[in-house]
């Protein structure tokens, strides 16, 4: 069954502090792994993606640490800021099945001041 | 960069009455496409794949007749909530894949309240 299981549901951290937010997955033919932001009312954006050959990539503050043999993913938000405040969903797409994205739960982050 | 645009961002309809919701690629051709519904501190669920020139795939459990996907053309898809009901009220999603740079765009959704 293609799912991603994604926790915590939600994330309180304060300003400068390092959020992290974690994803299994269950199909080990995925091959491309994204992250998403959505604010309310606003559909989602990308932030940052990873293919499963690499185990790390930094953008800036977020980085994807990927651990292939364990079948699992992790964002994290370096220095945490008020404007981070979001919901993040982790993603997984089989490419050669459509490139249809399965989406984890989602995680509501709030960045306290 | 590229960007895809749906219309109307909000809309308000009474039970019983169809909507339209456009889906558009901006800076480059789409032959894929596809709708999400959102309810309220949920995610994204996948409703149907929207393929350009042929018939929209759709996910288990949702209604083909209800929801009707339209993908006439590379650079358009529309979904229409026939006979809406206030079970229908929801944030609609479209994304879809700019092929050339291997991104997936989401649109900024469309708030449906059904009265």
């Known amino acids: 069954q293609q799912q991603v299981k994604q926790s915590p549901q939600s994330l309180i951290v304060q300003k400068g502090g390092i959020s992290i937010i974690n994803c299994a997955y269950e199909?080990?033919?995925?091959?491309?792994f994204p992250w998403y932001q959505q604010f309310p009312g606003k559909g989602p954006a990308l932030l940052i993606a990873i293919r499963p050959d690499v185990s790390e990539k930094k953008e800036g503050r977020f980085t994807i640490s990927f651990n292939k043999s364990a079948k699992q993913f992790s964002l994290h938000i370096m220095d945490s800021q008020p404007g981070d405040s979001a919901t993040y969903f982790c993603a997984a797409i089989l490419e050669t099945s459509g490139s249809r994205l399965t989406f984890g739960e989602g995680t509501q982050l709030t960045v306290n001041p | 960069g590229a960007v895809v645009s749906q219309h109307p961002s909000w809309v308000i309809c009474k039970s019983g009455t169809s909507v339209k919701i456009e889906c558009r690629s901006l800076d480059f051709q789409a032959t894929t496409m596809f709708w999400y519904r959102q309810f309220p501190k949920q995610s994204l669920m996948l409703m149907a794949t929207s393929n350009e020139g042929s018939k929209a795939t759709y996910e288990q459990g949702v209604e083909k007749d209800k929801f009707l996907i339209n993908h006439a053309s590379l650079t358009l898809s529309t979904l229409t909530v026939t006979s809406a009901h206030p079970e229908d009220s929801s944030f609609y999603i479209c994304s879809a894949w700019d092929y050339n740079t291997g991104e997936l765009f989401f649109g900024e959704g469309s708030r449906l309240t059904v009265l």
């Open positions: 199909n080990t033919a995925f091959d491309y």
